[in-house]
Nanobody
Framework: QVQLVESGGGLVQAGGSLRLSCAASGLTFSSYAMGWFRQAPGKEREFVAAISWSGGRTYYADSVKGRFTISRDNAKNTVYLQQNSLKPEDTAIYYC?????????????????WGQGTQVTVSS
């Protein structure tokens, strides 16, 4: 049974930082590209960042480029999202997802497994 469990969300002031983690189990983690998505109230789920199976390739949404960094530790079956210079518009539930491909992909339909999400709230 595949499980993706996010952690690290919380309440932070604008300009602050958070580090999200996603621990994976039940799959060969190093065979999967991983992604982070977010969904704000009343909005569709949107792509944030993705990373290849080896960590050598990454891709970001324009809205977070230069502020967020995705990384992974295959020895720990964990993917991370370092969030710096947070803005109120970053407030959302953040989800990690696993895609049975090697290279970063964007669309939600490309991902096979999803976590339950972790709430990030940025106050102004």
């Amino acid at each position: 049974q595949v499980q993706l469990v996010e952690s690290g969300g919380g309440l932070v002031q604008a300009g602050g930082s958070l580090r999200l983690s996603c621990a994976a189990s039940g799959l060969t983690f190093s065979s999967y590209a991983m992604g982070w998505f977010r969904q704000a109230p009343g909005k569709e789920r949107e792509f944030v960042a993705a990373i290849s199976w080896s960590g050598g390739r990454t891709y970001y949404a324009d809205s977070v480029k230069g502020r967020f960094t995705i990384s992974r530790d295959n020895a720990k079956n964990t993917v991370y999202l370092q969030q710096n210079s947070l803005k109120p518009e970053d407030t959302a539930i953040y989800y990690c997802a696993a895609a049975r491909v090697r290279y970063p992909v964007i669309g939600t339909s490309n991902y096979d497994y999803w976590g339950q999400g972790t709430q990030v709230t940025v106050s102004s």
